[in-house]
């Protein structure tokens, strides 16, 4: 256990061990002196001990953290059992699903506009932020139909917070059973509110904790290319928005809607946790949402243009395509989101019939703040400001919105134009024959 010769140096002093026995060697004055056999056996005895004790604190310390590592999750059907989804919710989540689906086909004229922070990390503040919404979706539901944006689970590219379901205490120490419960919890307060709820679907394990909740349902740039998640995305009961690739490529969105359409066999955990063989019978309501690449934004009329007539000519049922306002559409900046909305208003105030929808990030605060888990003190983080990517603050918000209905009023008063003329120019040709 103890090495034949050890050096032990405290201030000036120092202990050498030889085989025939231990010598005490003072640097003031250079003397040895060898200490009596039970002076010996006493240090050696108050070694073995000092070991003793760091060995079990490193047994205790590994295995709480096994413990923790190895702590179970609540089932899916657990969870929705202790926080069910009322009646009226219920109806009010289908309803809201049907209302997006015929605006993506182009059944209805108004537009979707998905509205809300980048991500939650705050449920005080989503719940705030949520009753306010409302009363903007409430004055222009004859033109918008307003989803607020409720992201739980957060892509990183290289590291940081991961989002609520993983980490809800920002403390940098994983709390999965916790998130869960109380990413279930926000999706009810915001439903109650009278607000659909739109997420992105990161991983398909904590899918059926949340989509009885949601009505609007996305796959990022980052696993757009994946086969799982399209899978996921083809066994999802919602329409469901598949980003370009982050190299702004479309056809990877495109093909991502193809291949989730298709009715397919995909491994996936039923309601009490255990792997079973799915039968996902496809998602109809696939469609692609533009949000700029490496190479710039995508939200001008070319682009839109171009990806409604990649879905048409893939056979989609979505004639029309959404527009992520932030990311690389906004050059990563929430005051671009300004720039790039406008932009998609004019498509729509000008007639276009392939713009279906928008993406907006906006909180109570206008930018971001910096989060370091288990670092940054939360009592002094900013009421109602992203902790993610910046966004809007509520009044420019609500500018935009206004902004968007005036858009789909033109459009409308343009098409009802247009088919008068068309109307007239035939009458009058039947009256010349």
């Known amino acids: 256990l103890f090495p034949t010769t050890c050096v032990f140096r405290a201030g000036v002093g120092a202990m050498t061990d030889h085989r025939r026995g231990i010598r005490i060697a003072d640097a003031s004055g250079g003397r040895w002196r060898r200490p009596g056999s039970a002076g010996a056996a006493a240090l050696w005895v108050l070694l073995a001990l000092a070991l003793c004790i760091s060995l079990l604190r490193r047994s205790r310390s590994g295995s709480g953290r096994q413990q923790q590592q190895q702590q179970p999750l609540p089932t899916p059907d657990a969870l929705r059992s202790r926080l069910p989804v009322p009646h009226r919710l219920r109806r009010f989540v289908n309803e809201s699903r049907v209302a997006a689906s015929a605006i993506l086909r182009g059944q209805d004229d108004r537009l979707l506009a998905i509205v809300g922070p980048c991500s939650i990390h705050d449920p005080t503040a989503a719940r705030e932020y949520a009753h306010r919404l409302r009363e903007a979706a409430d004055a222009h539901k004859s033109d918008l139909l307003i989803f607020m944006r409720v992201y739980l689970e957060?892509?990183?590219?290289?590291?940081?917070?991961?989002?609520?379901?993983?980490?809800?205490?920002?403390?940098?120490?994983?709390?999965?059973?916790?998130?869960?419960?109380?990413?279930?919890?926000?999706?009810?307060?915001?439903?109650?509110?009278?607000?659909?709820?739109?997420?992105?679907?990161?991983?398909?394990?904590?899918?059926?904790?949340?989509?009885?909740?949601?009505?609007?349902?996305?796959?990022?740039?980052?696993?757009?290319?994946?086969?799982?998640?399209?899978?996921?995305?083809?066994?999802?009961?919602?329409?469901?928005?598949?980003?370009?690739?982050?190299?702004?490529?479309?056809?990877?969105?495109?093909?991502?809607?193809?291949?989730?359409?298709?009715?397919?066999?995909?491994?996936?955990?039923?309601?009490?946790?255990?792997?079973?063989?799915?039968?996902?019978?496809?998602?109809?309501?696939?469609?692609?949402?533009?949000?700029?690449?490496?190479?710039?934004?995508?939200?001008?009329?070319?682009?839109?243009?171009?990806?409604?007539?990649?879905?048409?000519?893939?056979?989609?049922?979505?004639?029309?395509?959404?527009?992520?306002?932030?990311?690389?559409?906004?050059?990563?900046?929430?005051?671009?989101?300004?720039?790039?909305?406008?932009?998609?208003?004019?498509?729509?105030?000008?007639?276009?019939?392939?713009?279906?929808?928008?993406?907006?990030?906006?909180?109570?605060?206008?930018?971001?703040?910096?989060?370091?888990?288990?670092?940054?003190?939360?009592?002094?983080?900013?009421?109602?400001?992203?902790?993610?990517d910046a966004c809007l603050d509520f009044a420019s918000t609500e500018g935009l919105i206004s902004e968007l209905a005036a858009s789909v009023r033109a459009r409308r008063e343009r098409a009802v134009l247009v088919g008068w003329r068309s109307a007239a120019a035939l009458g009058s040709g039947e009256r010349s024959e």
């Open 154 to 388: 957060k892509p990183r590219t290289t590291g940081g917070w991961r989002g609520l379901v993983s980490d809800p205490d920002l403390s940098g120490e994983e709390d999965v059973a916790r998130g869960l419960e109380l990413g279930r919890r926000v999706l009810l307060d915001v439903n109650s509110a009278g607000l659909a709820a739109a997420t992105e679907f990161l991983d398909p394990l904590v899918a059926p904790f949340f989509e009885d909740l949601v009505a609007y349902g996305s796959i990022g740039a980052r696993t757009v290319e994946s086969p799982m998640h399209r899978a996921l995305a083809a066994d999802l009961s919602m329409p469901m928005g598949f980003k370009n690739p982050r190299s702004g490529e479309l056809q990877g969105a495109v093909n991502a809607a193809i291949a989730a359409a298709a009715p397919q066999r995909r491994l996936a955990t039923d309601g009490r946790g255990r792997l079973r063989l799915a039968e996902a019978p496809g998602n109809e309501d696939g469609h692609v949402i533009l949000r700029g690449g490496e190479g710039g934004p995508n939200f001008d009329n070319a682009s839109v243009t171009e990806a409604a007539q990649l879905q048409a000519a893939a056979g989609l049922a979505a004639r029309r395509v959404v527009v992520d306002c932030s990311h690389m559409n906004s050059g990563k900046k929430h005051e671009g989101q300004l720039i790039s909305c406008r932009g998609v208003a004019e498509q729509v105030a000008a007639g276009s019939p392939a713009v279906g929808g928008v993406m907006i990030e906006s909180f109570l605060e206008a930018g971001n703040q910096p989060l370091d888990p288990g670092v940054t003190k939360l009592s002094g983080l900013r009421y109602g400001q992203s902790v993610t």
